[in-house]
């Protein structure tokens, strides 16, 4: 417990919120040096460590930054007024007015769904802020960005305009990763004397409160002098239409003269440069003090740990070259209209702001009095939002330490080699089981299967640490830790219940066996994390529901009693009743879904992949049984891993790969472990049959 408060302390020093890349990828090595360490405590030691935090704190403040009030919202021309329409200048909403419906004809589908969606507020709030409250969205230091995702701007996940369908805008939104937006900047006395950059057109406030109309077709800038301060510049984005895709049809005059897509680069000046200098290296100083204090490293498996995630990282950064705009890191690209991607997003950034905005009941309540749909990844995204900002460098700081923790789970159970093979296979294949690809696949969406894999593979990996009879060795601390892991697993994943509940319960059973109660009492309080969910539900909903409500109705289409019905008429010889083809068509849409294919020059792969995994389901199920009477983990994973694939059988999206990508991946992590303890005997086996007889 000690080593998570030092994790987050290192958030902290690193400043709230981490928006930049390079301080992800510190904050990565610099976790990883804590895993792969000894604590050192003394007194001395702990007292240096706080004095170092209360410095770097108080030092920070001191430093100055540019400051810029910064505010922003969707830009949209609705039926009627909106705070929007009354709240920007006039002469600067008609001139933006004009230029949105050239591209978007009032004439052209009156009916779509944005454009009876009006912005409540004149800006909206951005996670930005949460930590330094802002006049308007959100207080920078910082400008430079050229499209949506690096501008960063919140709005873009908003449930308000989760809008799909058929609309130019919905395409535009899901094809181009853009939408149009404005921003707005209020020169602070900081500012004096650095520079903003734009390409498009800004509105510039003058004395007296006209505006200069200032229009760059290339990227140029203009000094902020003593009479900006106080002083307001407009500025519009506006991407091309979807019917204008300039690979797809050659720019007519009418769209030469269509506003470009802004971009915009703020140069500060040279003390306020040094100073964020300052701030990163202060930071940098800080953790590196720490860790120097009150830790030991074991060099091996640091090496061993930073190896694994810098190839991880590689093949992260690789992969958003085929990501269709959408993609992990400092960027914010707007998920796609009706995706589960967009609503975890936009139900994480209310909670977070309600939350931090002191309203925390309001904020745990998840945007749902009763939980309809999977609710563990709208507070992940919580979470990400509070420590990371507008950014997606949570989760990929997540996913980018998936094959660590797949290297830590097998090398414990079977040894460093087979460790190597198993996360080289992870890192190395395109799909089917056991694929990184897949897992950046759907974390880039928004999807929470890369979080319940690493909730899944973390949790077993502690439970086998702290458990004696699975070969690990007692520790309460790292019992606790599983648990919740594992409870984490539950709620972001709920098809995963099953298996939870089934492995906690024989962690528990075997500690219960050598009466270390202790542990027993530390494994069930992680574990009892996950009756939050109940819980939730009782508290604000008052009802009693486990999970989720649509979990009860809708998923769940197929019961046992389809089963009995189907083996029923197959028994009478009604080869085409109604509950035979619908069993035949869940379980073909189980065993048959393909993943998502990175690129489509790899469907040719597809049956062979089909096909190994159907046999470590097979060899999952052997292992069950053939390990049931050993003292290790193979039968209890095994076990966990068919539990897992169980809800499958009954669920309505069986036929959708990411749904049981886990299940088969666990399979596949049994099936090496099987090899790893057959593989002697077959060496054996090989070296007697080709010995020649003296």
């Known amino acids: ?124 709030a951005s996670s930005d802020a949460l930590w330094r409250p802002a006049r308007y969205s959100r207080t920078v230091d910082a400008v430079d960005f050229r499209t949506l995702s690096e501008f960063r701007g919140g709005f873009a996940n908003e449930g308000l305009y989760n809008f799909f369908g058929s609309d130019a805008m919905s395409m535009a939104r899901g094809f181009q990763a853009d939408l149009p937006f404005f921003v707005m900047y209020e020169f602070s006395p900081a500012s004096l004397g650095s520079t903003l ?148 997003e936009g139900m994480g950034r209310a909670m977070a702001r309600k939350f931090m905005g002191g309203h925390w009941q309001e904020g745990l309540r998840g945007e749902q009095d009763v939980y309809w749909d999977t609710p563990g990844m709208r507070y992940f995204r919580f979470t990400e939002r509070i420590a990371f900002g507008e950014t997606n460098l949570g989760y990929a700081a997540l996913v980018a330490l998936l094959p660590w923790f797949v290297y830590l789970l097998i090398q414990q159970l079977a040894g460093t080699r087979w460790a190597f093979a198993g996360t080289a296979l992870f890192l190395l294949s395109p799909f089917g089981s056991l694929s990184f690809v897949q897992y950046i696949q759907n974390a880039k969406l928004g999807y929470a299967e890369a979080a319940g894999f690493a909730a899944t593979i973390l949790g077993c990996y502690l439970f086998v640490r702290s458990q004696p009879g699975w070969g690990g060795a007692r520790s309460r601390g ?54 939050w969910m109940p819980l939730h539900n009782y508290l604000y909903g008052h009802q009693f529901v486990l999970i989720s409500a649509a979990g009860g109705t809708i998923s769940i289409p197929l019961s046992p009693f389809t089963y009995l019905r189907a083996m029923q008429e197959i028994a009478t010889g009604t080869l085409r009743g109604e509950s035979l083809a619908q069993v035949t068509a869940q379980v073909t849409g189980w065993l048959g879904a393909q993943p998502r294919l990175p690129v489509q020059s790899l469907r040719m792969l597809a049956g062979g992949f089909l096909i190994l995994r159907l046999i470590t389901l097979a060899l999952t199920a052997f292992a069950a049984l053939r390990y049931l009477r050993r003292g290790s983990f193979i039968p209890v994973l095994a076990w966990t891993a068919l539990a897992a694939h169980l809800p499958m059988l009954f669920v309505f999206a069986a036929a959708q790969f990411r749904y049981a990508m886990i299940a088969w991946d666990l399979c596949a992590i049994v099936t090496l472990l099987v090899v790893a303890d057959y593989w002697p005997r077959l060496r054996r086996i090989s070296h007697s049959s080709t010995a020649q007889p003296a």
């Open 197 to 344: 950059h734009w390409q498009g057109t800004v509105f510039w406030e003058k004395t007296g409160g006209a505006f200069a109309e200032i229009a760059h077709r290339r990227l140029a800038g203009r000094t902020i002098t003593i009479d900006d301060i106080g002083k307001k510049a407009y500025a519009l984005s506006l991407p091309a239409p979807l019917r204008e895709r300039p690979w797809e049809h050659p720019p007519s005059a009418e769209s030469q003269d269509r506003p470009t897509a802004l971009a915009m680069r703020l140069e500060l000046r040279p003390g306020l440069v040094v100073a964020r200098y300052a701030d990163g290296l202060l930071g940098l100083a800080a953790v590196f003090g720490i860790l120097a204090l009150l830790t030991k490293i074991d060099w091996r498996p640091y090496r061993v740990a930073l190896g694994v995630t810098a190839a991880s990282l590689v093949i992260l950064g690789t992969a958003m070259h085929f990501s269709e705009g959408k993609y992990l890191g400092a960027a914010y690209p707007p998920h796609g209209g009706g995706d589960d991607g967009l609503s975890h």
């Open 478 to 531: 790292l019992a606790f830790l599983g648990g919740a892991c594992l409870a984490g697993a539950m709620f972001l994943r709920p098809n995963l219940a099953l298996s939870v509940v089934l492995i906690g319960s024989l962690f528990v059973l075997a500690s219960w066996q050598q009466r270390d109660f202790r542990t027993v009492a530390a494994a069930m309080m992680g574990l009892a994390l996950a009756l």
């Open 1 to 124: 417990m000690t080593k998570v408060v030092l994790a987050i302390s290192f958030l902290v020093l690193m400043g709230l919120p981490v928006l930049a890349l390079w301080k992800m990828l510190a904050l990565l090595v610099f976790w990883l040096v804590l895993a792969c360490s000894r604590l050192r405590l003394s007194r001395w030691r702990i007292a240096c460590a706080l004095a170092i935090v209360v410095l770097t704190v108080s030092v920070r403040v001191l430093l100055p930054g540019a400051a810029l009030e910064e505010g922003h919202n969707i830009f949209l021309v609705t039926d009627g007024e909106n705070p929007v329409s009354k709240g920007l200048p006039p002469v600067i909403y008609d001139d933006w007015r004009r230029a949105f419906e050239q591209q978007y004809p009032p004439e052209t589908d009156p009916a779509a769904a944005w454009r009876k969606t009006p912005p409540l507020t004149l800006y909206t």
